[in-house]
DNA sequence: CCAAGGATTGGC
DNA sequence: CCAATCCTTGGA
């Protein structure tokens, strides 16, 4: 079952966590594209010097100032997509980033990896960021609850946001061969 | 306008 | 380890 903006509509640390073990669906032009999540992050505040949004409410992280329930997702490095669900509530900016997966249905690429994943599931920036995760085209569907333990690790690639890149808010499941390198503790 | 650098990836 | 590749941002 598809979840609701309420689930969204939380700090982002707490919903970087319940994501974990959902699954991530883009209907594809009726093709229907999905992998199990195990792996975020949370970008969480104004303050957070890892986030698009320590410049403030630019062109590019403006979204995240805004309704929670909404895709963000970028190009990074001119060549990967990254797809993030914003979270919270409007005027504090928050995302999570869906760095990887465990293939269900439908995947064209590996799912390790942010990049790789919007691969995977055929997410474009173009067309997908600003798109409401309660549409019917990309949205992420309640399932039974995880069986790895949780571990909490710093953030991946985050070394120029000083104190920030500290905070254990990388999320992922104990033990699960899709999550990607840098491995946790 | 220009320069700098990035929430990555894959190849050497 | 490092280059690819283009977009975003801040500053002149």
């Known amino acids: 079952m598809k979840l609701a903006r309420s689930f969204y509509a939380r700090d982002a640390r707490k919903v970087a966590k319940a ?21 975020t992050e949370a970008y ?16 590019r ?3 995240m100032f805004g309704p929670p329930g909404i895709a963000y997702v970028y190009l990074i490095y001119g060549r990967s997509h ?10 504090c900016p928050s995302a999570v980033l869906l760095r990887a997966g465990e293939p269900i249905e439908g995947c064209l690429h590996s799912t390790i990896g942010p990049g790789n994943l919007c691969r995977a599931l055929a997410i474009h920036r173009d067309a997908h960021n600003g798109l409401d995760l309660e549409s019917d085209e990309l949205f992420v569907e309640d399932g039974p609850a995880p069986r790895e333990r949780i571990i909490a690790s710093p953030r991946v690639n985050v070394g ?5 890149a500290e905070k254990p808010w990388r999320y992922t499941l104990q033990g699960n061969r899709f999550v990607s390198k840098p491995w946790p503790d």
Do not use: M, Q, Y
């Open 44 to 59: 969480h505040g104004e303050d957070d010097e890892a986030s698009h949004a320590r410049f403030g409410p630019t062109r």
């Open 160 to 164: 120029f946001a000083g104190s920030w």
């Open 61 to 63: 992280a403006g979204i």
């Open 82 to 91: 990254c797809a993030n669900v914003v979270t919270g509530t409007e005027g």
């Open 19 to 39: 994501l974990l073990g959902k699954a991530l669906v883009h209907i594809d032009g009726g093709v229907r594209r999905a992998a199990r999540i195990v792996e």
